[in-house]
T-cell receptor, first 116, second 114 residues
Framework: QQQVKQSPQSLIVQKGGISIINCAYENTAFDYFPWYQQFPGKGPALLIAIRPDVSEKKEGRFTISFNKSAKQFSLHIMDSQPGDSATYFC???????????????FGQGTILTVHP | DAGVIQSPRHEVTEMGQEVTLRCKPI?????LFWYRQTMMRGLELLIYFNNNVPIDDSGMPEDRFSAKMPNASFSTLKIQPSEPRDSAVYFCASRRGQGYTEAFFGQGTRLTVV
């Protein structure tokens, strides 16, 4: 119930294209869904996050789409650039209540390569 | 702010030796996480502290692993004895509170057990 499943494992996109990464969860108590970006040799860093009271959040070229009934959420990167090449992780946590509140659980990660 | 500070950045040790990884969270952050990253298993949560108290250690692989947080500004992850399968990058992360707040990661410690 604590798992977050992420797909695809790797993704190759041409510059200017749209990158889409998907995640699914089981625990309906999750109420915070961040996406992290990781460059080689660095720790993950927060990219964008959403709470389940909204279905979409957009920050620049990055958009999270959230489907509460399907227990799925996705990251869309518009106009993908070579500088976006990195590993992307979705995550989920419960902000309040339960024995695991605050625990941040990550998906397996997606290696994105954007070709020039 | 210097961010989350981990030491050492790289550690090479022989099988059977004790390894201690260190983490200094961001001042004012009261939640601390230890993660292990490998190609095969991705980012695995090992243990999670809140206000210096271990809340969830269900991800600790076995008794060879132990973690402590003696105060709000320091945590250690110890492996004794180390094995080659422990080779991975270990990350420490901290966040303020337990709600809808960003977790900040350190640079990681790359551990190689030979």
């Amino acid at each position: 119930q604590q798992q977050v499943k992420q797909s695809p494992q790797s993704l190759i996109v041409q510059k200017g294209g749209i990158s889409i990464i998907n995640c699914a969860y089981e625990n309906t108590a999750f109420d915070y869904f961040p996406w992290y970006q990781q460059f080689p040799g660095k720790g993950p860093a927060l990219l964008i996050a959403i709470r389940p009271d909204v279905s979409e959040k957009k920050e620049g070229r990055f958009t999270i789409s959230f489907n509460k009934s399907a227990k799925q959420f996705s990251l869309h990167i518009m106009d993908s650039q070579p500088g976006d090449s990195a590993t992307y992780f979705c995550a989920a946590s419960m902000a309040a209540g339960g024995t695991s509140y605050g625990k941040l659980t990550f998906g397996q990660g997606t290696i994105l390569t954007v070709h020039p | 702010d210097a961010g989350v500070i981990q030491s050492p950045r790289h550690e090479v040790t022989e099988m059977g030796q004790e390894v201690t990884l260190r983490c200094k969270p961001i001042s004012g952050h009261n939640s601390l996480f230890w993660y292990r990253q490998t190609m095969m298993r991705g980012l695995e949560l090992l243990i999670y502290f809140n206000n210096n108290v271990p809340i969830d250690d269900s991800g600790m692989p076995e008794d060879r692993f132990s973690a402590k947080m003696p105060n709000a500004s320091f945590s250690t992850l110890k492996i004794q004895p180390s094995e080659p399968r422990d080779s991975a990058v270990y990350f420490c992360a901290s966040r303020r509170g337990q709600g809808y707040t960003e977790a900040f990661f350190g640079q990681g410690t790359r551990l190689t057990v030979v």
